[in-house]
């Protein structure tokens, strides 16, 4: 990234997302800060941007920004080979490629929050509480995958008051899969379920810590960081703790290897 691309785009803020496709194609969302201390915007109310970055198809790797002025607090990111998809905590969509109005996702049952979006074999899954999961079919249309009518094991033993379903303790906060058959979704408390292309299954980690990253690795093991800082590995039904860190925030896999990354700043990779 030239010096000149950055100065302008990222030197005055805050980054909040990230979504890297591959070395050619990067997604930033990015805060901005006040642009003088006269500007009294809460923290919320400041314009939030999404920062397209394809350094091989311009010199300066400019392939646009998108900014929404105020309202926006927690974005998140995901593509696939045509679009950006920004997804608010509110389960909002803005397909920037597409258009610039935000919409809600279809049959979104009870109005539940968003927790993120992510990528499985180049399809966008978005999920959230009251144990959620959407996939994105194409421009404005969206498959409940864990729709009650289909899925009533999903919801069976989730306590039904409001309180509960926002105060965040039934949800899923991390999902990833090997394919579109084979998808792994947790939350709370070890809460941990399994996706097999026709209906969920409920796993029993060895741990009852909220469940903060998953990652499906590409030699077949999935990888489970919580909050509290567990790392677990397996598949199917065996797993195992292999380790501790604090409060495990990211993972991804790279180059062979699982990375998580902590609250503390420390990057950590599983080699045996």
Known sequence: MKKEYYEKHFKKGKLVGCMPINMSKIGFIHKDYPINDEDSSEYYELPTRLIAFLPKKIELGLYGTAT????????????????????????????????????????????????????????????????SVFKRTGIKQWENMTKSLNHPNLYKDINKSKSNLVGGFVGFSALDGFNENDIYAGGNRGDFWHYNGKKWRKIDLPTNFDISTITCGKDG?????????????????????????KEITHSCWFDGKAYLSSKDGRIYTYDE
Request: with cysteine; aromatic share 12%; net charge negative.
């Open 68 to 131: 929404w002025q105020s309202g926006i607090d927690n974005l998140f990111l995901s593509a696939n080979n045509l679009d950006w998809v920004v997804e608010t905590s509110a389960f909002k969509i803005n397909e920037i490629s597409k258009n610039t109005e935000w919409y809600d996702i279809p049959n979104n049952e009870k109005g539940q929050l968003a927790k993120g979006i992510t990528n499985i074999d180049g399809e966008v899954y978005a999920y959230g509480m009251v144990r």
């Open 221 to 245: 093991l999935v990888y489970v960081g919580c909050r509290i800082g567990e790392v677990i590995i397996g598949r199917d039904n065996a797993w195992e703790v292999i380790g501790k860190a």
